[in-house]
C-alpha cells in the first residue's frame, strides 16, 4: 500500500486522478451500514404504520438513485458505468436497527467503492426522513466498505464482516 495520496498532486493541492491508462476491469464493492431507532419505530416500519409510506421501498429507490450519481456527490469521483446496484434492507429486533447493504457492479478503471458507500449512505438518509415525525433519537452509523474485488489491489475483505 502507498503512503502517497493519490487525490493530492505534489504541492497538496486536490486533483481528480487521471485513471485513463488504467485497464478496465469488473469492479464488485460491498458496503453496510445501519439506521439505529427505537424498538416502536421498527415496529411501526415493519408493520407499514409510519406517516409517509413505504419506507423500505424508498429507501431502496434512494440508494439506487444516490450510487448512480455518486460523482456529483463526492467531489473527486469519476462518473462511472454502473451496471448493477442492489441495496438489502433488513430488520433487525435484536439490534433496534435497520440494516443496510448495497452491492455495486461496474466495469470500469476505477472502483465503485464511493458508490456503495453512498448508496447505504442515502438509503439511510431516507429511512430516517420518513420515520423522523415518530423518532428524531434515530441514528445512520458505520457506514463501512465490507468488500471490493477488482482492479490492481486486487480482492480485499473486512474481517469479522461475513
Same mark, same amino acid.
Given at each position: 500500500?502507498?503512503?502517497?495520496?493519490t487525490?493530492?498532486?505534489?504541492?497538496?493541492?486536490a486533483?481528480?486522478?487521471?485513471?485513463? $491508462?488504467? %485497464? +478496465?476491469? !469488473?469492479r464488485?464493492?460491498?458496503?453496510?451500514?445501519?439506521?439505529?431507532?427505537?424498538?416502536?419505530?421498527?415496529? =411501526?416500519?415493519? !408493520?407499514?404504520?409510519?406517516?409517509?409510506?413505504? *419506507?423500505?421501498?424508498? =429507501?431502496? #429507490?434512494?440508494?439506487?438513485?444516490?450510487?448512480?450519481?455518486?460523482?456529483e456527490?463526492?467531489?473527486?469521483?469519476? %462518473?462511472?458505468?454502473? !451496471?448493477?446496484?442492489?441495496?438489502?434492507?433488513?430488520?433487525?429486533?435484536?439490534?433496534c436497527? *435497520?440494516? #443496510?447493504?448495497?452491492?455495486?457492479?461496474?466495469?470500469?478503471?476505477?472502483? *465503485?467503492?464511493?458508490? =456503495?458507500?453512498?448508496?447505504?449512505?442515502?438509503?439511510?438518509? *431516507? +429511512?430516517?426522513?420518513?420515520?423522523?415525525a #415518530?423518532?428524531r433519537?434515530?441514528?445512520? $452509523?458505520?457506514?463501512?466498505?465490507?468488500?471490493?474485488?477488482?482492479?490492481?489491489?486486487?480482492s480485499?475483505?473486512?474481517?469479522?464482516?461475513?
Open positions: 500500500m502507498s503512503d502517497r495520496l487525490h493530492l498532486d505534489e504541492q497538496g493541492r486533483r481528480m486522478v487521471d485513471v485513463g $491508462e488504467k %485497464p +478496465i476491469s !469488473e464488485v464493492c460491498v458496503a453496510r451500514g445501519a439506521v439505529r431507532m427505537a424498538a416502536e419505530t421498527l415496529a =411501526a416500519l415493519t !408493520e407499514g404504520r409510519t406517516p409517509k409510506g413505504d *419506507v423500505f421501498a424508498t =429507501a431502496r #429507490i434512494a440508494g439506487i438513485q444516490a450510487a448512480k450519481r455518486t460523482d456527490w463526492i467531489p473527486l469521483a469519476h %462518473p462511472l458505468p454502473v !451496471e448493477s446496484i442492489e441495496i438489502e434492507l433488513s430488520p433487525d429486533p435484536d439490534g436497527a *435497520v440494516q #443496510i447493504q448495497a452491492t455495486v457492479r461496474a466495469h470500469a478503471r476505477t472502483g *465503485v467503492e464511493m458508490e =456503495a458507500m453512498v448508496a447505504v449512505s442515502a438509503a439511510g438518509l *431516507v +429511512i430516517y426522513d420518513m420515520c423522523k #415518530i423518532d433519537g434515530m441514528s445512520v $452509523e458505520a457506514v463501512r466498505l465490507v468488500s471490493k474485488t477488482g482492479g490492481k489491489s486486487g480485499w475483505k473486512r474481517a469479522g464482516e461475513g
